[in-house]
Structure formats: structure tokens, C-alpha cells
């Protein structure tokens, strides 16, 4: 009786908003191991649900790099060693597309408490590098899995792989070292995200069901 009541009284929800932390790394020129240096990342998203697939998201989040190219086998020119710490800065829109569909209660909608779902989208990213300040845009592409703790609360795990289109991540010497030119399309900088969220849903959406079980 108590979960029959519990989906009787379920709603839908427009708009989520919520938190998340994690891990942050770096690939570029300084750093071909995601799983070395890792750093802290942390964000804050909102999101629109349109329906039970689709969602769009806006986020800011921050993250902390950092590379050494101690760690290669190969040398730079002269053998000279290379290392930063930058912090960047991260503003984007994304859309994701959740494989079942999402929610609680609503029998005949085939509704998913956990479902996995993938995201796609574009992004501006700030990286400040030993007082040296670049801007970028990017294009974050990733995969995760949402989990409904409630009818309002969510819980999320997402891992993001982000192309920036800039060379700029891991500061400006780095290419002098190399003598390697680069340009907007052809460079190696990427950064990643695996980060764990925590959502809430608000604002009730108006409809009127006629299904006749």
C-alpha cells in the first residue's frame, strides 16, 4: 500500500540544480597518463528535463592540472625538464541522453530509478598557469549513470574527456621548449573529469494524464 501510494503521489519535475566534486587530470604536452597527477575538480550545474530521455545542462566547474615531463622517455631539446600547476576555470552547456527513462513512479511509463546516459557539448575554459591567464573554447564529450535517491533527489557519476582548441593549458613555455608550433585545431591539449553530483529537482510540471489501466 505504501509504495502504491508513493507512485500515485510521484511528480515531475522541469528543473534540477545541484553540486559535485571529483577528480580532475591532464593530456597535453607535459603528461600522456591520465592516471598521473590527478588534481581536485568541483562544479555547480542546472538543469532543464524536457522530457524522460533528454536533458540540457549548463555547468561551472574548476579544476586543478598538473604535468612533468620527467615522466617521459623521451627528452625535450637541451634536456630540459618541465613542470606546472595551473588551475582552470570552466563554463559550458551540454545535452545528455539518458538510455532508459528516467524517474520514479508512472508504472506505464517504464520508468528507470538508475539509468546510464551520455553528453555532448561546448565549452569556454579560463586556465590561469604561474599568473598567465588564457582563454579557450572546448568541446566536453563523456559518459555516466544517474541514480533517483527520491522523487526530488539525485545522485550522479560522470567521467568527461574535454578537447580545448588552445595550446594553453600547461602555461606558454612549454612550446618554445618543443619548438613545435601549434595552432586552434592542431595542439594536444585535453583535460578530463571524473566527478560524483548531487541534485535536486523543483519546479512541478502541469499535465493531465487520461491512461486507463
Partial sequence: MLTLASMASAQDYRYEFGAGIGMSGYLGDANMNLLKHPGFGAGI???YIPNYRFA????????????????YKDVL?????????????DLGGQVEFNFFNFGLGYKYKNLHRLTPYITAGVGVVLSVCDGKK???PNIPVGIGVKFKLNERMNLGLEFTMRKVFGDKLDGYD???????ESSFICNTDWYS??????TYEFGKRCKVCHYVE
Avoid at 540540457?56 to 615522466?71: E, K, M, S, V
Avoid at 631539446?77 to 576555470?89: I, L, M, T
Avoid at 573529469?193 to 548531487?198: G, I, N, P, R, V
Fill in 45 to 47: 550545474l542546472w538543469r
Fill in 56 to 71: 540540457i545542462r549548463a555547468n561551472f566547474q574548476t579544476a586543478g592540472l598538473r604535468g612533468n615531463t620527467a615522466d
Fill in 174 to 180: 612549454i612550446d618554445d621548449l618543443k619548438q613545435i
Fill in 77 to 89: 631539446p637541451g634536456g630540459v625538464n618541465y613542470q606546472f600547476k595551473s588551475q582552470v576555470y
Fill in 193 to 198: 573529469m571524473l566527478q560524483f553530483s548531487f
Fill in 134 to 136: 588564457a582563454v579557450a
